[in-house]
């Protein structure tokens, strides 16, 4: 019996900000991330703005307040690594023909609002951002690679939280819809597959909502949501009329993948909360109604808004047609809340049946395959992995070599995984696009150390080095599993 399936797509996928650059070129709008401080493990990566009295402050978080009236500024001596990436902008044939080279048929990346809308609300969208995209597109035609495009990816035009009013604009899904429907109608015959969101999950409450700042918190970020679910739907709807040919997917961070600490009764609910959450998202975007769970998560949040009846008629005509979602680790739930780390992510306990990579991400194959098998049931529409990878740190060799079997044996372990999901449990999965072909910038942390590609890309924490890219190990075996459909997986 085969591993995969024909026509599976073997890929790889980027997100603008953390590989682009360029962040003042072509007439692109600014965005959040041009603002964002490097930072490490330990250390926070901060938004910088400048208050209306002048006053420099520093933002942390998912999601942060903006003082009324503050400015997004560049404070001396700080490093915005997002600003240059690894200047995808400027080698982005040379990228897309190694990705070609490895064997991939499907490249995620995503485009950047900022450059086809830098201020969302102008009349006529930006020709050179346009065009950016297409002859990205087109290059990706002369390789036979499939794109896979993200609307958005952790790339809002700042000027929606300084201008707009932040995603608790209802009218923020209105221009959104406009941008979907631009870039569908101008990438129409180059791009099939899109996604709205990129990990629209991440907008959920992460203050336990036992905490007095989760009220308020927790109502704006599941508001926020809510915008962000009609402009998903709207951008649907846009998106089909404009080319009838095309497919949209939403995408999750992580999928439902947790465990219970133990199987007292309590860890148990906690833990079935805690898949709820998750579901929260997609299941307004794939079944295109809340759940019925989504009473008492606004409840606990203290979240008031309404939902229309024409919302309702609009989430249920808007809901996407297949699902995608990233998946790096599993978690462990108990019915002690977990505890919010520096950058506000929750620091999870650890599960003593499983390996931890160096930025602590649970390393968990078998998680991969049960999780499939939970969305393939709960769903039943198309799954891809759009994201997978080991963030680690690589050393290259003087004579420019880079060896990686720790990230050999992640791929190969994860392969076997999704194999035995989509061959003998009958998931439908369609695709696996890894995370970072190509080293880039980590979003949680702003370093370059943190690799995840099969490509070595010249450049460190501080932003030194010729951005040069060259082929680590790892490059030769994805080739060989890529090229053979997942045949020869050892
Ligand atoms: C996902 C995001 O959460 O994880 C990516 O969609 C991100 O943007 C990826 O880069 C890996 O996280 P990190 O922090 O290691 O870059």
């Keep these: 019996m085969a591993n995969f399936p024909k026509g599976f797509f073997w890929g790889g996928a980027i997100a603008a900000n953390q590989a682009e650059g360029g962040f003042d070129e072509g007439h692109k709008g600014l965005v959040i991330s041009d ?180 009220k308020v918190e927790g109502g704006i970020c599941l508001n926020r949501l809510h915008t962000k679910f009609l402009a998903s739907a709207k951008a649907v709807l846009a998106a089909h009329q404009e080319d009838p040919n095309c497919l949209v997917g939403c995408m999750i961070a992580g999928g439902p993948g947790t465990y219970p600490e133990t199987c007292a009764p309590a860890d148990m609910l906690a833990q079935i909360f805690k898949q709820q959450e998750n579901y929260y998202c997609s299941d307004v975007q794939v079944r295109g109604y809340y759940g019925d769970y989504a009473k008492r998560i606004w409840k606990q949040y203290g979240a008031t808004f309404e939902v229309t009846p024409e919302e309702e008629r609009l989430l249920l005509a808007g809901h996407v047609d297949f699902y995608t979602f990233s998946y790096y680790m599993t ?36 998680g991969l395959r049960y999780t499939l098998n939970l969305l393939n049931s709960r769903y039943q529409v198309p799954i891809m992995v759009v994201e997978n990878g080991l963030g680690a740190v690589d050393v290259k060799e003087e004579d420019g070599s880079v060896h990686d079997p720790y990230r050999i044996e992640y791929h190969k372990a994860h392969f076997k995984a999704m194999s035995q999901a989509i061959m003998e449990d009958g998931v439908n999965c369609i695709g696996y696009t890894m995370w970072g072909p190509m080293d880039i910038i980590s979003a949680s942390t702003g370093q370059m150390s943190k690799r995840y590609g099969f490509v070595y890309v010249d450049r460190d924490d501080e932003g030194n080095g010729t951005l040069a890219r060259s082929k680590k190990d790892s490059f030769y075996y994805i080739q060989k599993v890529y090229k053979s459909n997942g045949e020869d997986l050892d």
């Design 35 to 214: 603002f964002t401080t490097a930072g490490t493990y330990s250390v926070p990566r901060m938004d910088t703005f400048k208050t209306k009295d002048g006053e420099i402050v520093y933002l942390g978080g998912l999601n942060p307040v903006i003082p009324e009236g503050a400015e997004p500024v560049t404070v001396e001596g700080e490093y915005y690594p997002n600003r240059i990436a690894i200047d995808f902008y400027h080698h982005y044939k040379e990228d897309i023909a190694l990705l070609a080279e490895m064997g991939f048929n499907m490249f995620r990346m995503s485009i950047s609002w900022a450059r086809i809308y830098p201020n969302i609300i102008d009349d006529e969208p930006n020709q050179e951002g346009l065009d950016y995209y297409r002859d990205v597109f087109k290059t990706c035609k002369e390789y036979g690679v499939e794109p896979l495009v993200t609307m958005s990816h952790f790339d809002d035009p700042i000027c929606l939280d300084t201008k707009l009013g932040t995603w608790e604009n209802r009218r923020m899904a209105d221009y959104f819809e406009k941008y979907a429907r631009t870039i569908v109608r101008e990438y129409k015959g180059l791009v099939k597959y899109w996604l709205t969101f990129n990990e629209i999950n991440s907008q959920m409450p992460m203050v336990p909502p036992s905490t007095p700042a989760s």
């Design 331 to 366: 978690q462990i739930t108990s019915a002690e809340p977990a505890k919010a780390g520096p950058s506000g992510f929750p620091i999870f306990k650890k599960n003593p049946h499983l390996k931890y990579s160096e930025w602590g991400w649970a390393i968990d194959p078998d």
